[in-house]
């Protein structure tokens, strides 16, 4: 069965770095595209980056340009968010999704949809 499984969170202050992981298993890992989401408490879910099937391509929310990486390794079936210069503001559970569909990155994840999740992990940024 497939296991889409987030790790890395944590209590950093703000200006710190933290660094995301989301390996997915029991799928083709190289014919999905990848994305990351995130939610803080009283807001709705966001998208925050997405990653083409070939791990060439990204796309990034606009609030997190220029501070966020994200990586797509398919011989180790993991997705990666380096996150830098972090803010107060990017506290939230942060999720990864799979997503199938040709374009995923331009239509699903626009519309928060995905093929399979994780279960997220907690990202705290103090001030």
């Known amino acids: 069965r497939v296991q889409v499984v987030e790790s890395g969170g944590g209590l950093v202050q703000a200006g710190g770095s933290l660094r995301l992981s989301c390996t997915a298993s029991?799928?083709?890992?190289?014919?999905?595209?990848m994305g990351w989401f995130r939610q803080a408490p009283g807001k709705q879910r966001e998208g925050v980056s997405c990653?083409?099937?070939?791990?060439?391509?990204?796309i990034y929310a606009d609030s997190v340009k220029g501070r966020f990486t994200s990586a797509k390794d398919n011989a180790k079936k993991t997705l990666y968010l380096e996150m830098n210069s972090l803010k107060p503001e990017d506290t939230a559970m942060y999720y990864c999704?799979?997503?199938?569909?040709?374009?995923?990155?331009?239509?699903?994840?626009?519309?928060?949809?995905?093929?399979?999740w994780g279960q997220g992990t907690q990202v705290t940024v103090s001030s």
């Open positions: 999704a799979a997503g199938a569909i040709w374009g995923y990155c331009s239509t699903s994840w626009t519309s928060l949809q995905g093929d399979y």
């Open positions: 029991g799928l083709p890992f190289d014919d999905y595209s």
């Open positions: 990653t083409s099937r070939s791990g060439r391509g990204t």
